[in-house]
């Protein structure tokens, strides 16, 4: 798709394959039929660049046709770059302006309280992204409200757009950090399907407070060329490099 687009994040998506195919495949109540059902549960992409690997799990679970990947960043589009909420059914929220997500998230949260409605709601946000202080705002009123109702996932894959996360603003410790903001805390391989479903069934018991989910994860997981490669922040791989990375993950011989 990006290859195709000329522009995009190939990388951001990678890492996130595991948990997106186990949230569309496995966790989410949803209805691609019925987008607007509403028992269903609520997922927000906070990390909006990330939207090619969305949108694949979209199309794969029948909100629109697989063919419709290759317009991703075309002009009149639905599949623009970062996720918009009039554009597809199915996209929860417009994302894109980092450090969002997580206050959206906690609104619709509260909002099932309101309406008698069961659902559970799922935010995905880079470690990058959690610089933004709106995030721990975020953070501390979930806590302090019990919202239990509310899983966040950190894609903790130790990249963001201008190098390493450690270089640019430390957030270690991230596990401690957020145990002391009052949230529960699952640490878990990003890119093990088995630790991630286990993950989101332990935060559906958890009872009296938000559950984060840290997942380590590798940027550009499966393909040589990306992997850890901080040069490669939305960047998108040339013909050639695509075709190098296609046989690389259908191969199975990176990780």
């Known amino acids: ?15 996130a394959v595991e948990i997106m195919t186990a949230l569309f495949f496995n966790v989410l109540r949803h209805d691609p039929s019925n987008p607007n059902w509403p028992e269903r549960d609520r997922f927000i992409l906070s990390k909006g660049h990330g939207a090619p690997v969305l ?9 629109f046709p697989p063919e419709q990947l290759m317009t991703l960043r075309k002009l009149d589009s639905p599949l623009q770059g970062h996720p918009e909420r009039q554009r597809v059914g199915g996209v929860e929220a417009s994302t894109g302006s980092l450090g969002q997500g997580l206050s959206i998230g906690i609104g619709m949260a509260l909002s099932a309280g309101v309406d008698h409605k069961n659902y559970r709601v799922y935010v995905l946000t880079g470690d990058g992204e959690i610089d933004e202080g ?37 957030t270690e410790p991230l596990i401690e950090k957020w145990r002391s903001f009052g949230w529960h805390v699952i640490d878990i391989n990003g890119h093990d399907l088995q630790q991630v479903l286990k ?3 332990e935060s559906r018991a958890i009872k009296g407070q938000p559950t984060v989910i840290i997942a380590r994860t ?13 040069n490669f922040h939305g960047v998108p ?9 296609l046989k690389e993950l259908e191969q199975g011989v990176i990780g």
Do not use: C
């Open 237 to 245: 791989l040339t013909p050639e490099q695509m075709e190098q990375a």
């Open 134 to 170: 709106q995030v721990w705002e975020a953070a501390m009123f979930a806590a302090h409200h019990k919202i239990d109702n509310l899983t966040a996932i950190v894609d903790r894959n130790g990249q963001q757009q201008d190098g390493w996360v450690k270089d640019i603003l430390n």
């Open 1 to 15: 798709m990006t290859t195709a687009a000329g522009s995009g994040h190939p990388s951001t998506s990678l890492s």
């Open 199 to 201: 993950a989101f069934e």
């Open 55 to 63: 949108y694949s799990v979209m199309a794969r679970s029948g909100y």
């Open 218 to 230: 590798v940027k550009g997981k499966g393909v040589s060329i990306l992997e850890n490669n901080t």
